[in-house]
């Protein structure tokens, strides 16, 4: 069975800035979509391209803390440059995906790579937050570092595009990242005419982001940055390009648990809230600089 359409949701019409080095339009939470609605997706923001000019000063977001969740990069355009205080670090190049996961809290800071800022260009970037069960939300922080050469790919017949599977199963086919309930994120990059079909679990909350391009998703129109979200009805999905298109699907079996959040804290009482703010105040997430 076909799974219905709630709505489709035009790209916000201002942009916000996260620090001075992410433009983003910010889908969830928003346009009248709830936290509990999506569950375990608690934050969509996307940097739709955006052509930043070469800097000697590297853009980006400070030292700041997480907890109780996870946060998902993917890169399109650019390349981000990350480290916390647990002494990790790395760079994000496009196609590559960074799975963290804040779990019981961590300081962390993101900027542009060094020679990608003093060169510019193109930057197009997720940020997605997946929230933890109850009972992971104490789990050591951690990194899944996954790049476009260890991603799990389907690749579609007719050379007519290829599905990366970050997380879930696509198909018969498993995705790279481990999670701690059950996800499905898709990158989906489909040349003109060209068609994709899955089914999803039909209580699972699911949602497409239309990166580039235009397709038609279960015979909807959805246009470029357009937000598609699903009822939760029907298991099929079909997508057909009408021209080159980049598509993230996000699926996931809601949590059902209550949430409390404020800012980068995410628990499930206001009483947790007040505990992760002492212990950042305290500095049991480390040290950064």
Known sequence: MKKEIDRIIAKPS???????????????????????????????DFNAEFNFGPSERIRGVGVHPH???????????????????SGSSGVINPGDV?????????????????????KGGPFEMVQLWVNLPKKDK???????????????????PGDKGVVNVIAGTFNGVKGSAQTYSPVNLFDIKLKKDGEVVTNLPSGYNTAIL??????EINGKVANEHSF??????GEEITIKA????VLLLMSGEPLNEPIA?????????????????????????????
């Open 14 to 44: 201002q942009p916000g800035m996260v620090g001075d080095g992410f433009r983003v339009y910010n889908y969830i939470p928003g346009a009248n979509i709830s936290q509990q609605r999506i569950s375990p997706f608690l934050l969509l």
């Open 67 to 85: 907890k109780g969740f996870e946060t998902v990069t993917i890169a399109y355009k650019g390349s981000v440059a990350h480290n916390d205080s």
């Open 98 to 118: 960074q799975w963290m996961t804040a779990g019981s809290g961590i300081l962390h800071k993101e900027y542009h790579e060094q020679e990608f800022s003093k």
């Open 138 to 156: 104490s789990t050591p922080a951690h990194y899944q570092a996954i790049t476009k050469d260890q991603m799990n790919k389907v690749e579609l």
């Open 210 to 215: 239309v990166i580039n391009g235009k397709a």
């Open 228 to 233: 598609v979200l699903f009822e939760n009805i």
């Open 242 to 245: 009408a021209e080159d298109s």
């Open 261 to 289: 959040s404020y800012g980068p804290f995410v628990m499930n009482t206001e009483e947790e809230i007040m505990e992760s703010i002492e212990e950042f105040q305290s500095g049991k997430f480390g040290v950064l600089n």
